[in-house]
């Protein structure tokens, strides 16, 4: 299975942007994160970082900025990649979130869960061929 089978688009912003306001904007659209580009890298901004990086540090969310928290992808996909290569890449740079490409420009993102939830289809896809091929019965 393919990555850009599973990835879901994403959403960019401007740096200038208030957390208040990206924090606003991620609940409105239910999303978890939004890139930023900044000097040309892909830059990234979760809700675990509003939680860590202003609220735990009781920061006001209308003066911090975007740029006061947010973190370089150091990791992108192809869109043509497979799932198991997205698999190895969150399980070794423990990461939860990946930035898709084609042509080198971001086209969407990945998440270990969107990952994980093909692996278990695949699995499951793969076990139910096996056991029809062992009963008779072709379930393809």
Same mark, same amino acid.
């Given at each position: ?18 957390? =208040?306001?990206?924090?606003? +904007? ?24 509003? +939680? #860590? ?25 192809? =869109? ?15 990461? #939860? ?15 270990? #869960?969107?990952?994980?939830?093909? +692996? ?10 096996? #056991? ?9």
């Amino acid at each position: 299975m393919k990555i850009k089978e599973i990835m879901h688009g994403t959403t960019m912003v401007k740096c200038p942007m208030s957390i =208040s306001d990206i924090a606003k +904007l991620m609940s409105e659209k239910d999303i978890g994160s939004v890139l930023t580009e900044k000097d040309g890298c892909v830059m990234v901004v979760t809700e675990r970082d509003i +939680l #860590r990086k202003v609220v735990a540090l009781d920061k006001d969310p209308k003066k911090t900025k975007v740029s006061d928290i947010m973190t370089k992808c150091a990791h992108t996909i192809d =869109s043509n990649s497979d799932v198991f290569e997205a698999s190895d890449i969150f399980n070794k740079c423990h990461i #939860r979130r990946l930035p898709v490409t084609e042509k080198e420009k971001i086209i969407g993102m990945v998440t270990a #869960r969107d990952v994980a939830k093909s +692996l278990i289809y695949l699995g499951l896809k793969a076990d139910i061929t096996k #056991r029809s091929i062992y009963v008779g019965r072709d379930y393809r």
